[in-house]
């Protein structure tokens, strides 16, 4: 089954790759420095702030119409808060986030909540926990035409059409329109989410982690749902997987985060062929392992970095096999690649003063 | 479970899920018969009372109650009474004589007006008198629970006190709900300064001593209010004291499912604030709260009789199972009359099954339970 999705894939990637050249169109969604700041504050009756969690820090890329982008990185490395700032769920400390939606660019970072509202209905998000992303009191018909009712887009008979019409999309039966969440298996409620994440058709689809929790097998079903569906309604993923080998099959191009920040941004080909910083490259050996539950084993030593006490310097710098004296004392800047891409290493600077 | 059962339960929603539970639990559920069978009563308590509650007897003063019999060629009757008095301690004495004074279901006898509106003269049981007996001399007496020190039917006022009683704890309880769910609610869905301010103000509230509170308030209390305005004012004392609870309860649920992802979720799909917290937020702990209401109302309707036990509550001319259990300060009363006790068997009786009623109904809320 991988192995014919991967096929697929390929096609449409070669494809896309085209336009991509041919074209310079005008980006979906263009993110520049987006910041999400989290206070810490101790425990005591008086809360006093005690410090600060940068959990996403200096964001920066573009997201063409059609396009997938991976997040990936290790847990702690703020995946799912650029995804929930990228969407508002958040409130972002400081940056941009144009999106490019009804002929009009809106900064989703500064946009009013009244007209988010209305905006909700371009971006939709799919959960990780296919058990707590469902309310357990509602029945797959409720959860479903929920979004319709909320923006009011329908009514009825055609509310019932469209619910049944996203149920079959995303393979499920009509029947099970009554049934309550407890009734389904992880697979199946994550095909619940995805049907009310897409029944509005929406531009925007943030997947965070939306296979993780998910057994192998059905993993693939469910990704090449999704990519079935992509192709289907046109949609554009952000895909945040903890987990290379889940972004190689939907991905265009894939983000590496590390510690709030992006230290490699490369095409999904390029970055599995030749992958420049070290992490990616610790991330990159750790890919063949058979067993899901050994998620955190990269083969790398030392902790994840804590993103509310970061050592001086390039984040990465005590567990970097190639770390200099440099790595320790200046913060490296995510700098365009000759080869295209984006790296944040000193490595690439030296190697530059070299040529 | 047969595979029959296992599709059907896929299509049954959290309630009929509790009902299911509930029902196995058969203390709870006999429980929850004897309540409502009390409310009802309570609720019509003019229909199923012998009597009107200022009915005074002189004649009849601590008559012990009427033991119901019944033969083929009377039906249901009683006895009637001849009073002895004993010379030296005017102490009263009853002994049965063979007349018969019959009784009738449904049957004529004091005129009332149903929830004060309703002009009816209906009872459930009474002793056969004509239209023209009652209220005269001729008019014999029915005792069921016996009469007190004025003659007053005791069966009757436990019926009316009950009334009383128990919707003092209900209507406590509505006014407590109603403050404890908006101030839990902001306390919980606002967070930050407004949280932790209205939490010290429920620990204040939570650590203040009940019964020197309550006799501050009754000596506040002016004694020429109308019976009904000491009734509204001892309700919102309680439900002052007890919403707390509630808004603990309601705060911290809200503070745990604000964070699911389904709340979430449902704010990224545009719902408004007041939807996601009726919709989805609410809907995930109702049964919490329910089970958080039934178990305080017995707290609630001991509040009331122990309030007006001390006499600090209700007073005479109302009847409450409290201002009844005031005739049993005097112990000699009480062994010479021990029917004078029979408010403490509703007590504890309507206290024991709300409690079991709220068990029962929390081991069917909770969705961890064993069973
Ligand atoms: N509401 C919050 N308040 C304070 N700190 C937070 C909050 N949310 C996230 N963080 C911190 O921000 C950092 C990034 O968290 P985030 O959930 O984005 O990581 P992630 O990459 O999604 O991890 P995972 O793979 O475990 O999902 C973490 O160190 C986390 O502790
Ligand atoms: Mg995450």
Request: with cysteine.
């Amino acid at each position: 089954m991988k192995e014919k999705s991967c096929n697929k894939l390929e096609e449409s990637k070669v494809a896309r790759d085209a336009v991509d050249s041919s074209s310079l169109e005008q980006p979906l969604l263009r993110v520049r420095g987006l910041c999400k700041y989290f206070p810490i504050f101790n425990k005591g009756i008086m809360r006093k702030q005690i410090g600060i969690v940068k959990a996403a820090d200096g964001i920066s890329f573009d997201l063409m119409p059609g396009e997938t982008l991976g997040i990936v990185g290790e847990s702690g490395s703020g995946k799912t808060t650029v995804g929930r700032t990228i969407l508002r769920a958040l409130d972002p400390t400081d940056g941009e986030v144009s999106f490019f939606c009804d002929n009009d660019i809106i900064d989703l970072a500064t946009v009013p909540r009244k007209r988010l509202k209305k905006l909700r209905t371009k971006m939709q998000m799919i959960f990780q926990d296919p058990f707590s992303s469902l309310n357990p009191r509602m029945t797959v018909r409720d959860i479903v035409a929920e979004p319709l009712i909320i923006h009011k887009m329908a009514k009825g008979k055609e509310l019932e059409d469209k619910v049944t019409e996203m149920l079959i999309k995303v393979g499920l039966q009509p029947e099970h329109k009554m049934r309550y969440p407890h009734a389904f298996s992880g697979g199946q409620r994550q095909r619940i989410g995805i049907a009310r994440a897409l029944i509005m058709k929406p531009l925007l689809v943030v997947a965070d982690e939306a296979v993780s929790a998910l057994d192998v097998s059905v993993q693939a079903q469910v990704i090449n749902l999704m990519k079935d569906l992509q192709q289907d309604l046109g949609l554009t993923y952000i895909f945040i997987a903890h987990d290379l080998s889940v972004v190689k099959h939907i991905c265009d191009k894939v983000a590496v985060m590390y510690a709030g920040k992006i230290v490699e941004l490369a095409k999904t080909e390029q970055l599995f062929k030749d992958p420049k910083h070290p992490y990616t490259r610790a991330l990159l050996r750790a890919v063949p392992s058979p067993d899901p539950n050994i998620k955190m084993e990269f083969g790398l030593e030392g902790e994840v970095a804590d993103p509310g006490k970061l050592p001086p310097g390039c984040a990465f710098h005590p567990r970097c096999r190639e770390c200099f004296d440099k790595c320790k004392s200046e913060i490296p800047e995510l700098l365009q690649l000759k080869k295209g891409g984006l790296l944040s290493c000193h490595i690439n600077s030296e190697n530059k003063k070299e040529k | 479970m047969s595979k029959k059962t296992k599709t059907t339960a896929s299509y049954l929603s959290q309630w009929q899920l509790i009902r299911l539970r509930f029902f196995k639990h058969k203390l709870a559920a006999a429980s929850l018969f004897i309540v409502v069978g009390l409310y009802v009563v309570a609720g019509f308590s003019e229909f199923f009372a012998t009597y009107s509650t200022d009915m005074m007897n002189i004649n009849q003063q601590y008559n012990p109650p009427m033991p119901v019999k019944f033969n083929f060629s009377d039906g249901l009757y009683v006895n009637k009474v001849k009073r002895n008095i004993d010379p030296v301690s005017f102490h009263k004495e009853y002994t049965e004589t063979d007349e018969k004074i019959g009784l009738t279901f449904f049957g004529k006898g004091h005129s009332y007006k149903l929830w004060g509106v309703i002009p009816c003269s209906r009872h459930l049981l009474v002793a056969t008198n004509t239209t023209e007996e009652i209220g005269t001399d001729k008019e014999t007496f029915f005792y069921l629970f016996g009469s007190d020190k004025y003659g007053r039917d005791i069966y009757t006022r436990l019926i009316a006190g009950a009334r009383v009683s128990l919707s003092i704890g209900l209507i406590a309880i509505a006014i407590s709900f109603v403050l404890g769910i908006v101030i839990g609610g902001i306390s919980g869905y606002v967070g930050g300064k407004t949280d932790l301010i209205i939490q010290r103000i429920i620990e204040i509230i939570g650590g203040f001593p009940k019964l020197p509170l309550w006799m501050a308030i009754a000596a506040a209390m002016p004694q020429d209010w109308s019976p009904l305005t000491v009734y509204f004012c001892i309700t919102v004392v309680l439900s002052l004291m007890g919403w707390t609870g509630l808004a603990r309860t309601v705060r911290s649920k809200l503070l745990q499912l604000r964070e699911e992802d389904y709340a979430v979720a449902a704010s990224l799909l545009g719902a408004s604030h007041s939807r996601i917290i009726f919709k989805h937020l609410i809907p995930g702990f109702t049964s919490h709260i329910i089970v958080t209401l039934t178990m305080r109302v017995p707290g609630m309707i001991l509040g009331e009789t122990s309030l007006s036990f001390l006499g600090l509550g209700l007073r005479p001319p109302v009847v409450s199972w409290g201002v009844m259990l005031q005739d049993c300060m005097n112990m000699q009363a009480v062994a010479l009359y021990p029917w004078l006790l029979l408010p403490l068997f509703f007590i504890v009786a309507s206290v024991l099954s709300l409690n079991f009623l709220g068990d029962g109904l929390r081991d069917a809320a909770d969705p961890y339970s064993a069973k």
